[in-house]
């Protein structure tokens, strides 16, 4: 077996209400002042824990305005505002935006190190401030891994930036906080998560330490996104969603992502559209271009998926392709880029920017050539 290196914070939390663990554990490290990401609609969710860690003694800042695919100078921005207040500790309570921010604000708030520099694998010099991540979609899964992704407006392209030092100090996966995410939402980052894993499962470099994980979470999400789309006060869905996208978390850091996540990056840096529905819209047409690429794997994502098996491996991966194809449109993923208001002029653009993606197309099972990029966004015409 090939070596792997497995990369993931001290402490992993895992529970309905663990949001309570994170406010008691911290108040033991005696740190002073907190940094605290958060979005508008969990502000009311997390206010009790807040007030609770204010009672005890935590000067607490706030900061409620990340957007959705925050920008470079967004983040400068923000990492000013967490120096002025003297941070000496962060915690991320969010989606996948949120967790990316609040992970590089720790890392960058007592550093001389710019992050348009850091862009790539292995730059960060050093451990930042204590860092926890609390999820509040099952999505990204950024709350365990060592990536965090920004758009850089200088080339209107989503670049990713990776390191050990990104990993949180503390990750609580609390399915509570995931509670009040509308449809969409839930519809979109539960796509996002169950590509982590089948991008990771049928990756190039895929390793049984961490297909153990890509394929349950391929289980779990692929049995319970539909459920929790159509109610989302379904716990028992909510929980499985979670457990689901932490699992694709995991498999970030040793393995990582491949076509799919390269050529979502063009959607979200030149047409902002969020990074789970951009991977949505993709994962189906990426999984029909790679499938003769490892015909074994993917009949094994078909049966994790609950898709029929076929005569052959052949037939078994085609009907996982089309048990994607089919989740996608029943959780309201949009089946076209133009319904996305990005015109077919785009695609040339679009298709020599994923090129530049190279980070995570050297993953892909099969390769994706500029013309073969070309050909699967104007698929999706």
Same mark, same amino acid.
Request: negative net charge; aromatic residues 6%.
């Given at each position: 077996? /090939? ?32 940094? &605290?990401? !958060? ?10 824990? =807040? ?10 800042? +706030? $900061? ?15 990492? *000013? ?18 967790? %990316? ?6 890392? $960058? ?17 050093? /451990? ?5 991540? =609390?999820? !509040? ?12 992704? =920004?758009?850089?407006?200088?080339? /209107? ?11 949180? %100090? ?10 009040? &995410? ?46 929790? &789309?159509?109610?989302?006060?379904? +716990? ?18 040793? &393995? ?10 063009? @959607? ?27 015909? /074994?794997?993917?009949?094994? +994502? ?9 005569? %052959? ?7 996982? +392709? %089309? ?5 996608? *449109? ?29 980070? @995570? @197309? ?20």
């Amino acid at each position: 077996m /090939k070596p792997i290196t497995l990369l993931q914070p001290q402490k992993i939390v895992f529970g309905s209400g663990c949001i309570q663990t994170f406010a008691d554990d911290f108040l033991k490290l005696g740190h002073k002042r907190l940094f &605290v990401l !958060t979005a508008p609609p969990i502000l009311p969710l997390i206010e009790p824990t =807040l007030a609770y860690l204010r009672e005890n003694g935590v000067t607490i800042e +706030v $900061f409620q305005n990340i957007l959705a695919e925050p920008s470079l100078g967004d983040f400068n921005a923000i990492l *000013k505002q967490a120096r002025e207040f003297g941070a000496d500790s962060v915690v991320g309570i969010g989606g996948g935006s949120v967790l %990316d921010v609040a992970k590089l604000v720790a890392a $960058f708030a007592d550093s001389d190190q710019l992050a348009q520099d850091c862009f790539g694998s292995g730059f960060i010099k050093e /451990k930042g401030l204590w860092l926890a991540c =609390l999820p !509040t979609t099952a999505g990204t899964g950024s709350e365990v891994s060592p990536n965090a992704i =920004l758009l850089d407006e200088r080339d /209107k392209l989503k670049k990713g930036i990776v390191s050990p030092y990104l990993l949180a %100090d503390a990750a609580y996966v609390d399915p509570k906080l995931t509670m009040t &995410v509308p449809a969409k939402v839930t519809a979109d980052t539960g796509m996002d998560a169950l590509t982590h894993c089948i991008e990771a499962y049928t990756n190039k470099f895929a390793h049984p330490a961490a297909d153990i994980y890509a394929l349950q979470g391929i289980k779990l999400i692929a049995a319970n996104l539909l459920r929790a &789309v159509k109610d989302g006060s379904d +716990v028992e869905a909510r929980e499985a969603l979670a457990l689901g996208s932490l699992y694709g978390g995991l498999v970030l850091g040793p &393995v990582n992502t491949a076509a799919v996540h390269a050529l979502s990056y063009p @959607l979200g840096g030149e047409f902002h559209i969020p990074h789970g529905l951009s991977n949505a819209i993709l994962l189906p047409s990426v999984m029909k271009f790679n499938r003769p690429a490892n015909l /074994k794997k993917y009949a094994e +994502v078909a049966i994790a998926c609950g898709a029929p098996q076929g005569k %052959d491996d052949d037939e078994t991966a085609q009907n996982g +392709v %089309d048990f994607i194809y089919e989740l996608s *449109k029943a959780v309201g993923i949009p089946q076209k880029l133009s319904e996305l208001n990005i015109p077919q002029s785009a695609v040339d653009g679009m298709a020599k920017a994923a090129m530049e993606v190279q980070r @995570l @197309l050297k993953n892909n099972p099969r390769e994706v050539t500029e013309q073969d990029a070309r050909d699967i966004y104007n698929s999706l015409y």
